[in-house]
Nanobody, 120 residues
Framework: QVQLVESGGGLVQAGGSLRLSCAVSGSTFSINDMGWYRQAPGNQREWVATITTGGITNYADSVKGRFAISRDNAKNTVYLQMNSLKPEDTAVYYC??????????????WGQGTQVTVSS
Protein backbone atom coordinates (compact mmCIF):
# COMPACT_ATOMS: atom_id res chain seq x y z
CA GLN A 1 0.00 0.00 0.00
CA VAL A 2 1.32 3.43 -0.97
CA GLN A 3 1.99 5.89 1.81
CA LEU A 4 2.31 9.64 1.28
CA VAL A 5 3.85 11.71 4.07
CA GLU A 6 3.82 15.47 3.56
CA SER A 7 5.86 17.81 5.73
CA GLY A 8 7.34 21.29 5.85
CA GLY A 9 4.25 23.38 6.37
CA GLY A 10 3.92 26.10 8.96
CA LEU A 11 3.00 29.68 9.71
CA VAL A 12 4.72 32.32 7.63
CA GLN A 13 4.22 36.01 6.91
CA ALA A 14 3.11 37.20 3.50
CA GLY A 15 6.11 37.39 1.20
CA GLY A 16 7.87 34.56 2.96
CA SER A 17 8.92 31.13 1.74
CA LEU A 18 8.39 27.50 2.65
CA ARG A 19 9.61 24.23 1.19
CA LEU A 20 7.26 21.29 1.36
CA SER A 21 8.35 17.67 1.06
CA CYS A 22 6.40 14.54 0.29
CA ALA A 23 7.93 11.13 0.90
CA VAL A 24 6.39 8.26 -1.04
CA SER A 25 6.70 4.64 -0.02
CA GLY A 26 5.18 1.42 -1.28
CA SER A 27 5.32 2.18 -4.98
CA THR A 28 7.77 2.74 -7.80
CA PHE A 29 8.00 6.49 -7.39
CA SER A 30 10.18 7.17 -10.41
CA ILE A 31 7.64 5.95 -12.98
CA ASN A 32 4.87 8.25 -11.79
CA ASP A 33 4.07 11.82 -12.67
CA MET A 34 3.60 13.62 -9.37
CA GLY A 35 1.52 16.57 -8.30
CA TRP A 36 0.89 18.93 -5.45
CA TYR A 37 -2.65 19.89 -4.49
CA ARG A 38 -4.18 22.12 -1.84
CA GLN A 39 -7.45 22.52 -0.04
CA ALA A 40 -8.49 25.70 1.72
CA PRO A 41 -11.31 25.71 4.31
CA GLY A 42 -14.69 25.49 2.61
CA ASN A 43 -13.12 24.85 -0.81
CA GLN A 44 -12.58 21.79 -2.93
CA ARG A 45 -9.12 20.38 -3.31
CA GLU A 46 -7.36 22.03 -6.23
CA TRP A 47 -4.36 21.17 -8.33
CA VAL A 48 -1.23 23.30 -7.79
CA ALA A 49 1.65 21.81 -9.77
CA THR A 50 2.83 18.72 -11.63
CA ILE A 51 6.18 17.22 -12.46
CA THR A 52 6.44 14.40 -14.99
CA THR A 53 8.80 11.45 -14.86
CA GLY A 54 10.97 13.38 -17.31
CA GLY A 55 11.05 16.50 -15.16
CA ILE A 56 8.60 18.62 -17.13
CA THR A 57 6.71 20.95 -14.81
CA ASN A 58 3.36 22.68 -15.01
CA TYR A 59 1.66 25.10 -12.64
CA ALA A 60 -1.71 26.55 -11.84
CA ASP A 61 -1.91 30.18 -12.92
CA SER A 62 -2.34 31.27 -9.30
CA VAL A 63 1.14 30.01 -8.34
CA LYS A 64 3.08 30.34 -11.59
CA GLY A 65 6.31 32.21 -11.09
CA ARG A 66 6.20 31.79 -7.30
CA PHE A 67 6.19 28.03 -6.72
CA ALA A 68 8.60 25.39 -8.02
CA ILE A 69 8.04 21.65 -7.99
CA SER A 70 10.94 19.21 -8.08
CA ARG A 71 11.63 15.57 -7.39
CA ASP A 72 14.42 13.34 -6.15
CA ASN A 73 13.86 9.81 -7.44
CA ALA A 74 16.69 8.44 -5.30
CA LYS A 75 14.82 9.61 -2.20
CA ASN A 76 11.29 8.89 -3.47
CA THR A 77 10.45 12.47 -2.60
CA VAL A 78 8.73 15.36 -4.34
CA TYR A 79 9.19 18.96 -3.21
CA LEU A 80 7.33 22.22 -3.52
CA GLN A 81 9.33 25.40 -3.05
CA MET A 82 6.91 28.23 -2.31
CA ASN A 83 8.10 31.81 -2.52
CA SER A 84 6.35 35.17 -2.28
CA LEU A 85 3.58 33.54 -0.31
CA LYS A 86 0.20 35.24 -0.11
CA PRO A 87 -2.63 34.85 2.42
CA GLU A 88 -4.68 33.15 -0.29
CA ASP A 89 -2.09 30.35 -0.39
CA THR A 90 -3.30 29.28 3.06
CA ALA A 91 -4.44 25.67 2.78
CA VAL A 92 -3.60 22.09 3.57
CA TYR A 93 -1.16 20.87 0.92
CA TYR A 94 -1.11 17.31 -0.38
CA CYS A 95 0.93 15.37 -2.88
CA UNK A 96 -0.22 12.50 -5.04
CA UNK A 97 0.49 10.98 -8.40
CA UNK A 98 -1.22 12.61 -11.33
CA UNK A 99 -4.17 10.53 -12.50
CA UNK A 100 -4.64 9.79 -16.16
CA UNK A 101 -7.88 8.55 -17.68
CA UNK A 102 -6.04 7.80 -20.92
CA UNK A 103 -3.45 5.63 -19.17
CA UNK A 104 -5.81 4.20 -16.57
CA UNK A 105 -3.81 5.73 -13.72
CA UNK A 106 -5.68 6.54 -10.53
CA UNK A 107 -4.59 8.69 -7.62
CA UNK A 108 -3.31 6.96 -4.54
CA UNK A 109 -5.06 7.31 -1.19
CA TRP A 110 -4.39 10.78 0.17
CA GLY A 111 -1.95 11.44 2.99
CA GLN A 112 -2.59 13.67 5.97
CA GLY A 113 -1.31 16.78 4.22
CA THR A 114 0.67 19.64 5.70
CA GLN A 115 -0.87 22.91 6.82
CA VAL A 116 0.40 26.16 5.34
CA THR A 117 -0.83 29.37 6.91
CA VAL A 118 0.17 32.74 5.50
CA SER A 119 -0.51 35.78 7.63
CA SER A 120 -1.00 39.24 6.16
Amino acid sequence: QVQLVESGGGLVQAGGSLRLSCAVSGSTFSINDMGWYRQAPGNQREWVATITTGGITNYADSVKGRFAISRDNAKNTVYLQMNSLKPEDTAVYYCNRRPSVRLGVRSWSWGQGTQVTVSS
